[in-house]
């Protein structure tokens, strides 16, 4: 949780901390260090968001069994690109309106053909 807090107050920062001991942090790469009482103050607003968000993590597994079948039973992205391809392709106004993102993966389909 250190860590974190160190994070939601500088992005950036680059930090090592030895387990969860405050006394422990180490600044990396010109990182300004934070002060202790800063980070402290940051950790207990952390905890608080982790604790108001303890009901919604308590109910992900359904939610979370669904969301993974349903992604599971799409076919993998570059498949679906290559449908979309193939029905603009066989579509003049599609590939009128579609124009640049037909043209573009027609370009690397005609320069690196699948039987080539």
Request: charged share 30%; aromatic share 8%; net charge negative.
């Amino acid at each position: 949780m250190i860590i974190d807090a160190i994070l939601k107050i500088n992005p950036n920062a680059e930090v090592t901390v030895r387990g969860e001991d405050i006394n422990t942090i180490e600044w990396h790469n010109g990182t300004t260090p934070i002060s202790k009482a800063d980070i402290e103050a940051k950790m207990v607003e952390v905890q608080a968001e982790y604790d108001a968000n303890q009901y919604q993590r308590d109910n992900e597994p359904e939610q979370s069994d669904y969301a993974q079948a349903r992604k599971n039973s799409y076919p993998e992205i570059g498949d679906q690109l290559d449908m979309l391809w193939h029905s603009i392709d066989q579509n003049p106004a599609l590939k009128s309106q579609y124009f640049d993102f037909y043209e573009a993966i027609k370009a690397v389909k005609v320069k690196h053909p699948k039987n080539g």
